[in-house]
């Protein structure tokens, strides 16, 4: 079984606790530009703050997460992806609230969604983008939810991971669509398949490139946008040096 298709029933689950509370995204406030920064000139990085993964369990368990948001966003960060996914990534919407506080980038609450209650459920914390998984989603559902995103003002970063579901991002609307080297079915992770699929994407789409970057030439073999970076930076001494090390070179 894939961890996708192990991860589903956990979320099923957290939408059905959400059908008995639902969240009033008219709480979230002001939003910012998500995709407005990830087009500045260069390369934009999405800094990601987790404390463990899947593939590599603990990573920085004991991190306080506003401490590491403001070492990002000195060193260079254009937006943030929080996890606020707890029993595999250690994360919560608690952690996303007060990096909120501290920093002035648009930040992306990345989690495995699946209905519109957590989309409304990111807008009530304050996210200004959310994460969506085509391999996780059949197609009316990922149009769907990507339409109710939009409506709540959200940005859609919407994560492919092969020529068909870049097609199928495209046809959802997607107009932030990522590559992700990590193949989420078997967790290896494979640079080419960024090199092979973001040249692919077409003109106004903003391109980004998602796991496995870990020195500027990894990063310069890409042709994105912008690239998402999260377990390299996360388990270096200083994760904000880290960033900068591999945006400078």
Known sequence: MSFLERIRPEKDAEVERLKTCPADPLRGGPRRDFRAALLR??????????????????????????????MYEANGARALSVLTDGPHFGGSLSDFAAIREVVSLPMLRKDFIVHELQLDEARAWGADAALL??????????????????????????ETHSADE??????????????????????????????????????????????GLKTPADVARMDADAILVGSSLMSALDPGVALRELLCG
């Open 166 to 211: 870049v097609a199928r991002a495209l046809d959802a609307g997607g107009t932030i669509v990522g590559v992700n080297s990590r193949n989420l079915h078997t967790m290896a992770i494979d640079l080419q398949t960024c090199v092979d699929l973001l040249p692919t994407l077409p003109e106004g789409v903003v391109r980004v490139a998602e796991s």
């Open 41 to 70: 000139p260069g390369v934009s990085a999405i800094a990601e703050l987790k404390r463990r993964s899947p593939s590599r369990g603990d990573i920085r368990p004991g991190a306080d997460p506003t401490d590491i948001a403001r």
């Open 133 to 158: 998984i085509v391999a996780m989603l059949d197609q009316p559902t990922l149009t769907r939810l990507h339409a109710h995103a939009s409506a709540l003002g959200l940005d859609v970063l919407v």
